[in-house]
């Protein structure tokens, strides 16, 4: 891996190819990320146009064929962000080809990037996916139904941030981010599901040590999430250990763990 000196974040397009803006800051970013930006997932320099006009991603790594999703907004990156199909987006979660994503915020007076994060996909739940209201009757495409990513959903670990305030992040550390959480990978979708509100919780903690007890908290709000379950805080000591073993936290006695650096 050979790593570049500098993330421009500058879009070099002058004009704006569209009427509408929208369509030529769509042209620019992603004209931006084939050139500029490099794989969250392996380092790789550059990143290509998906192949064939993929339905479900834009970008594709060739060297370790990570496929990512670019979604690219003027306003400052908030709670949730607009995707397409609702329905679509549920089939992707289910198989393999579901892309990691990335939200970029641009400012079109300056023509550049502000703001760059990286949700790695195996942070993707259904619980992330919102359902909205279909288009009225009137709407060209009457009835259908599309969906919002809850960006709040996710937990800190899950939004890699690249560029902040129009400051890139280190690329190095944004590859360690990604390859901490890569484990998640490895396990089933709904045993996901219970890691990733877990890590979440955890973080929303504010800080590195906590307690068994600490954790046992979790419970009103994971009960809701998964009020099928009557083993709570048997699930939440479980999935501690899973986090332990994968090396997510150390446990460093009498109850006690630590988020690991």
């Known amino acids: 891996m050979s790593e570049k000196s500098h993330l421009n974040l500058g879009f070099e397009e002058t004009q704006a190819p569209f009427d509408s803006p929208s369509q030529s800051a769509r042209v620019w970013t992603e004209g931006w990320a084939e050139r500029e930006l ?26 370790c064929r990570e496929d990512y999703e670019l979604k690219s907004q003027k306003t400052k990156i908030g709670r949730k962000v607009l995707d397409g199909a609702w329905a679509t987006m549920l089939e992707r979660l289910a198989s393999a080809s579901n892309p990691s994503l990335f939200v970029l915020r641009y400012d079109r007076d300056r023509q550049a990037v502000s703001d760059l994060i990286v949700v790695p996909k195996h942070f993707f739940t259904a619980d992330l996916i919102e359902k909205r209201k279909p288009l009225a009757p009137t709407a060209r495409r009457a009835g259908w139904v599309g969906c919002n990513i809850l960006l709040e959903k996710v937990p800190p670990s899950g939004r890699i941030q690249i ?23 490895d396990t089933s979708s709904g045993a996901r599901g219970w890691l990733v509100e877990i890590m979440a919780q955890i973080e929303a903690l504010g800080r590195a040590d906590f307690t068994i007890d600490d954790a046992y908290g979790f419970a009103p709000a994971l009960g809701e999430l998964y009020p099928e379950n009557r083993h709570v805080r048997e ?18 006695g009498r109850g006690r763990y630590r988020l690991t650096p």
Request: charged fraction near 30%; include cysteine.
């Open 38 to 63: 490099y794989c969250p997932a392996c380092g790789a320099d550059r990143l290509q146009a998906h192949p064939n006009n993929a339905p479900v991603a834009d970008l594709l790594c060739g060297s």
């Open 163 to 185: 560029v902040r305030d129009s400051i890139p992040a280190d690329r190095r550390d944004v590859i360690e981010k990604w390859s901490k959480t890569a484990f998640l990978r």
């Open 235 to 252: 699930k939440i000591r479980q999935q501690l250990q899973v986090l332990r073993d994968r090396g997510w936290l150390e446990f460093v």
